[in-house]
């Protein structure tokens, strides 16, 4: 997890499931947020800003050391998410002009954008079987819709369009449905107190389900629980 003011100053930890045996992994005094497991625990995927607010994908051992940086890129980078293989990141950035989705090897190599910029994609989340991905789409406006797309970044499809933004997708661990977050953005384009609710749907974009419910809070950033628990 990530702890900080809200200014810069974050830093990643980890503790046990139980809140206990608490450790600093980042003492670097810069900004470290995101933290993103690899699906054999032994690395952690991070986003590092720097005093400049340039941001970067870092990754560093289970214990906090050999830190690496992946992207090296004047751009933005954001969202990591490790494949369950193990064997791909994907990302977004906007070192082509717009958002987009990317994906890169473990070790930074191998880069290949999957989205074009006019969708202006963000926050890509690996599909069980690493065969798909979900992303949302125009992370700079107030509208944003959930797609589906492969691998690849072939066959790309919206599942769904609304006037509100809808985020953070999680994939059930049988791969048949995603949770995500819904909120509402005002006229200045900040979100609206107490709009965000939790929905799933199918895979398909069938079968849209309002899970929370709850007017006046805020429910974010959903995730399912593995099959055997």
């Known amino acids: ?10 830093e990643i930890w980890v503790m046990n499931a139980d809140g206990t ?11 470290g947020f995101a933290p993103a497991w690899s699906p054999d625990g032994r690395k952690i995927a ?3 800003v720097d005093s400049a607010f340039n941001t970067e994908v870092y990754v560093m051992n289970a214990n906090g050391k050999g830190e690496q940086n992946l992207t090296s890129d004047p751009a933005l980078e954001f969202f990591p998410d490790w494949s369950s293989d193990g064997r791909r990141i994907a990302f977004s950035s906007n070192r082509s002009g717009a958002f987009a989705v990317y994906t ?18 963000f926050g890509a989340a690996w599909s069980p079987e690493s065969d798909r991905l979900a992303f949302s789409d125009n992370f700079t406006s107030s ?15 919206q599942l769904f369009e609304t ?10 661990p049988d791969g048949g449905r995603i949770a995500f977050g819904r909120f509402e953005f005002d006229d200045q384009g900040l979100p609206v107190p107490g709009s965000s609710e939790i929905y799933v749907i199918g895979d398909d974009g069938e079968g849209l389900t309002n899970l929370t419910n709850t007017p006046g809070s805020d429910d974010i950033r959903p995730d399912w629980a593995p099959e055997t628990w």
């Open 104 to 121: 890169m090897r473990p070790n930074g190599t191998h880069v290949r954008k999957l989205t074009d910029d006019s969708l202006d994609a």
């Open 46 to 48: 991070f986003i590092r």
């Open 21 to 31: 045996k608490q450790k600093q992994l980042t003492p670097n005094g810069v900004d």
């Open 163 to 172: 006037p509100q933004n809808e985020t953070d997708a999680s994939w059930s």
């Open 1 to 10: 997890f990530a702890r900080g003011e809200r200014a810069l100053g974050h």
């Open 143 to 157: 509208e944003s819709d959930l797609f589906v797309m492969k691998a690849n970044g072939t066959g790309i499809t």
